[in-house]
Each structure stands twice: as C-alpha cells, then as structure tokens.
C-alpha cells in the first residue's frame, strides 16, 4: 500500500514538473557527459533529475538567473552519478546554492606553529556536511566537455562520501562489496599520487586528490565520468572499484556513443 502510493506521488511530481521531453533530448545530445546512455537510461535520468529539482531547493544567488534549461543541465550532471543508485544517495541535505561566479570561502585554521589564520579564497565549489551544496556557475560552464574537471559531480560526490560522516574517501558500500578491497585499491593509488607529487612527477590525476582521501575519491569520481578509459589504464583497481560502486562502466558506454 506505502509502495503504490509512493509511486503514485512519484508519478504525479513527473507529471507536473518533469523536465520538458525535448529540452532533455537536446540536453542529451548536447552534453558529451551523456553519451552512449541507452533511451531507457536517458529516460530513467530525465525522472531523477525532475526529482531532484522537486526535493532540493535550487537557489541562484547574487543575480544569477536560471533557466529550465540552465536548472535541468544542472540536475542532469549532479544526478549522473545516482543513475543507479537512486536519489536517496543523497539523503540528509536539501539545498544547492549557486554563485554567478567564483565565490569567496572563509576557512579557519590552525598552521603546525599553533597560530590560527583566517583565508578568504574565492572557490568553484563546496559541500557541508548536512548542509547545502555550493557552486559558482562560471565552473559549472566549465564542466560541460569531457576534460576531467566537473564541480557539479566532485561536489556532488563529496555528498555520497558525507552520508555516512566525514568527506573521508569511503562512502557506504553496498553488501556486495568489499570494504577491504575499496580500501586497499584506493589507499595504495593514493599513496602512489602523493608519492609523484611529492618528486614532481607527471600525474593523471590532477595534483589536488593528494590533499586528502576525501579529495582523491571526488577527484577521481570526476575523472570516472568524464575520462573513464584514462582512468582504467593508469588506475585500474580504482576504476574497478568505482565502476562496482556506482553499478555503471562509462569507458564502455563512451565507446559506444
Ligand atoms: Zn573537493
């Protein structure tokens, strides 16, 4: 009975505010992100997105104004990722917040010398635990074509990671895999990053995932969708884990597209 009224809910939030059948085509075609989708997929996608927009509070911010079309690109970049594991991966949170252009961040800390410091630096993107997701829109234009930068799925990542605590690198697996074998695939390529990094080695990943695990996981999330057979050759045990976790194989589905 819960499920047949769920899905009647469901079905009447489509009905109203699903995503305009031909500006989602054009999106799907416009987007390189969306190639080699199957119809059904692209379908399954256009429901998610129209979901998202209905759960979470899109909010354009000083001035910025955003269209249908501007508002579903958007949704269909940050539902990507959940294509298979459904919008309640990003449960606990409800609103994204989007600048213009780069916004400025205070962040507090302390150095190794004790002293506290205050930094004002403008970023491209942001996610709180249990609080909002934050992007300017200038890098979210950025993020249309497959060169490995997209704020919309690092960000959006970040949020998977959050579901279960800190942005740490290890989002909740589902029961069919393994903890010991995420770990170990992402803990040795980490260390490989930031061993390159360190010696000022060349690396496919850009430099940044050495910040932290949180980061290498979003980085690397960005990559996955974006330049997956790049991935795949030069880490394969991440890609494998990744391709597992989010039960898709986009270096097989951009070959076919
Ligand atoms: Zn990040």
Not at 99 to 121: I, K, M, N
Not at 207 to 217: D, T, V
Request: hydrophobic letters at 45%; proline letters at 6%.
């Amino acid at each position: 009975m819960l499920d047949r009224l769920r899905r009647w809910r469901r079905e009447r939030i489509l009905e109203r505010e699903g995503i305009d059948p031909v500006l989602w085509q054009e999106l799907m075609d416009g987007l390189p992100q969306f190639d080699g989708l199957e119809a059904a997929e692209r379908e399954r996608l256009r429901e998610l997105a129209s979901l998202f927009l209905h759960q979470k509070r899109l909010q354009p911010l000083d001035g910025l104004e955003m269209d249908a079309a501007m508002r579903a690109g958007l949704a269909a970049l940050a539902c990507l990722p959940v294509l298979n594991l459904g919008l309640s991966a990003y449960r606990g949170w409800h609103t994204v917040l989007v600048y213009p252009g780069g916004f400025l961040a205070r962040h507090a800390y302390t150095d190794d010398a004790g002293v506290a410091h205050e930094e004002v630096s403008p970023l491209a993107g942001e996610a709180w635990e249990g609080g909002p997701v934050v992007l300017s829109w200038d890098d979210v234009e950025r993020s249309l074509d497959l060169d490995g930068y997209n704020v919309v799925i690092h960000e959006l990542c970040h949020k998977l990671d959050m579901v279960n605590g800190d942005a740490n690198g290890h989002p909740p697996l589902p029961a069919d895999m393994s903890l010991q074998a995420w770990t170990a695939a992402f803990s040795e390529a980490y260390a490989g990053l930031c061993q390159a990094v360190e010696e000022g080695r060349e690396t496919f990943l850009d430099p940044y995932a050495a910040e932290a695990p949180g980061e290498f996981f979003a980085v690397a999330c960005e990559v996955f969708f974006e330049q997956p057979a790049g991935l795949r050759d030069a880490l394969p045990g991440v890609y494998e884990q990744l391709r597992q976790y989010f039960r898709q194989d986009p270096a097989h589905r951009l070959l076919r597209g």
